[in-house]
């Protein structure tokens, strides 16, 4: 007999990942997100939030925070070779369901099914919601470029230091982004003197790089 499409919780779920429960409330969105990340990360799934419905006195009503894999990818960026990546939003209808009630987000909707397989618990740490560079660690990967380090060194250096990859809390690629998010920032702030002594960084590291300044 073939196993049904329909993951079943039960047989994914882990010890440490508490099953929302209809009624439950948070003070805040921030508490309640952080309430639903915590059990997505427990049992092995991307969320996202969803959409907001509102009074009409703008107040918020309810929201909701959905599997990362809900709803279909739009039929012209299917063909648009820009977005031609692999398809991951499958019409997933795992959700949670929060209503405002006096300052209050109070569970009201919550469906626990998935129409897709869940991340092994061997692989969850690479989850977008469980990576997060911590203050230390972009401090090193700072100063390892500055020092001409590549990200793929600097993390595999930081990886050996905390005993692998999977207890470092993200992945090579969140190196890559760390330093150019740096990076755009240096350049909205127009800046120009650390954008100069960036350049001038990259001319210690390779002498062949040419910076050419005008007053």
Request: aromatic share 12%; glycine share 6%.
């Amino acid at each position: 007999m073939e196993r049904s499409s329909i993951v079943v919780l039960k047989e994914s779920i882990q010890l440490n990942s508490q099953i929302p429960e209809i009624g439950k409330t948070f003070t805040s969105f921030d508490e309640a997100y952080n309430y639903y990340k915590h059990y997505a990360q427990g049992v092995g799934f991307n969320i996202r939030k969803g959409n907001i419905r509102r009074l009409k006195d703008g107040t918020i009503r309810k929201r909701y925070i959905f599997c990362s894999r809900e709803g279909f990818r739009e039929e012209n960026l299917k063909n648009d070779v820009r977005y031609r990546r692999r398809e991951t939003r499958v019409g997933c209808n795992a959700r949670v369901g929060f209503t405002v009630e006096d300052d209050q987000w109070i569970i009201s909707d919550f469906i626990p099914e998935h129409n897709h397989e869940l991340v092994q618990e061997d692989q969850r740490y690479m989850l977008r919601i469980s990576r997060e560079i911590s203050d230390a660690h972009a401090f090193t990967i700072d100063k390892m470029d500055e020092a001409g380090i590549r990200p793929v060194d600097a993390y595999s250096y930081m990886a050996k230091e905390v005993g692998g990859e999977q207890y470092l809390g993200f992945l090579p690629k969140d190196c890559s982004n760390f330093l150019q998010y740096k990076r755009n920032n240096i350049l909205e702030a127009g800046d120009a003197q650390l954008l100069i002594d960036y350049f001038k960084a990259l001319q210690v590291g390779d002498p062949s790089f040419f910076l050419f300044c005008t007053s």
